[in-house]
């Protein structure tokens, strides 16, 4: 059973850039796509973006391009970052890491989040 672990949260200035880290472990190899998704306070939780295992290919949700980056140090690692810049109040909410096995239509394991707060 996969596990997922974000760390890398906390309180920001607005402006400001921050780096979240997933790490996945147990039977990782049954995983062909990481992703980042939030959920603002009272809101439903939204996709950031996705990278694809073994190859690095990413994809962005349209209104999360520009001010957002994932990325993985080398293509086959199961630890994924998302880099937020200038970072703004409406940013402030939980940041929740994801993966899906390859025959997986949706995303089968989540981490527990990591609060991102802009004060």
């Known amino acids: 059973h996969v596990q997922l672990v974000e760390s890398g949260g906390g309180l920001v200035q607005p402006g400001g850039s921050l780096r979240l880290s997933c790490a996945a472990s147990?039977?990782?190899?049954?995983?062909?796509?990481m992703a980042w998704f939030r959920q603002l306070p009272g809101k439903t939780r939204e996709a950031i973006a996705s990278?694809?295992?073994?190859?690095?290919?990413?994809?962005y949700a349209d209104s999360m391009k520009g001010q957002f980056k994932i990325s993985q140090d080398n293509v086959e690692d199961t630890t994924i970052y998302l880099r937020i810049d200038t970072l703004k109040l409406e940013d402030t909410a939980v940041y929740y890491c994801a993966a899906r096995r390859g025959w997986s239509d949706g995303f089968d394991y989540w981490g527990q989040g990591t609060q991102v707060t802009v004060s």
């Open positions: 990278i694809y295992l073994g190859d690095a290919g990413t994809f």
């Open positions: 147990t039977d990782t190899s049954v995983i062909n796509c």
